[in-house]
């Protein structure tokens, strides 16, 4: 697989693949061999910094209209998953797109008067082929409608945690259904799941394919790409991990 810069706006994969770009933080965008686009907790706006006083310790990719997707799946509504300020923008660029999101969304969507679906963990959402199930999160009290997403996608299938403790019992149905790629977050702070809570559930659920998610983007989150790995090669060391760089895209 070669880790040449994948244009965002142009790029479909080969049959059976998928094209992954990190947009930082929590945020990816896929495109499927079909044309459809996924785009989940984009942020690229300083959104935070004025709501929170947290900086952005990485640029901002791409602008918000930069993005061309067909799904906007939310996983909570802390501003660095929904972007409040670039919300707008991603709407008015993908006017037919279907939003996604849990209840604690639900007023900000009302607010914007943006077409939506709520989802919960273990609710189903069919598009043809395109299968996009919420699972279970513990975000605590900080978010506890919080959800993650597995998607079935080109025949495979990709876990996105979300922000979530390591919390066995609620991950389980998650786990279980073993999941090609992982997309897990490695940032301890606030009860994530850190990087060797992160490998831990990567060997756990057996994926193939490992992305760490939510991490340097701000210091006060913390998270450490190449300590991962570390914790990968003793814990997970049949997966591959693919560390990207911000606006990198990969197809896998």
Known sequence: MSRTRLEIRSSIPARGKIAVWWLGGS????????????????????????IAGFRRLMP????????????????????????????????????????????????????????HEITAPGKIHRFGSLVIEATPADHADLSPEAVGYI????????????DTALNWDILESSINRKPDILVPCINSAYGNLGERGAALLAGKCGAHVVIPAHYGMFKEHGGDAALFHTY????SPHATVYIHSPGEGLEI
Do not use: Q
């Open 27 to 50: 945020g990816f965008l896929l495109a499927l061999d079909t044309g459809e686009r996924i785009c989940i907790d984009p942020y690229l706006s300083d959104c935070v910094e004025r």
């Open 60 to 115: 901002a990719p791409f602008k918000a209209g930069d993005l061309e997707f067909s799904f906007l799946l939310l996983t909570h509504s802390h501003p660095d998953h929904l972007d409040v300020d670039s919300f707008d923008t991603f709407i008015e660029t993908n006017p037919g797109c279907r939003v996604i999101a849990p209840a604690d969304c639900l007023s900000f969507l009302l607010e914007r008067n943006a077409a």
């Open 151 to 162: 998607l079935d996608v080109s025949g495979r299938s990709i876990w996105f945690t979300g």
């Open 232 to 235: 990968m090669k003793e814990l």
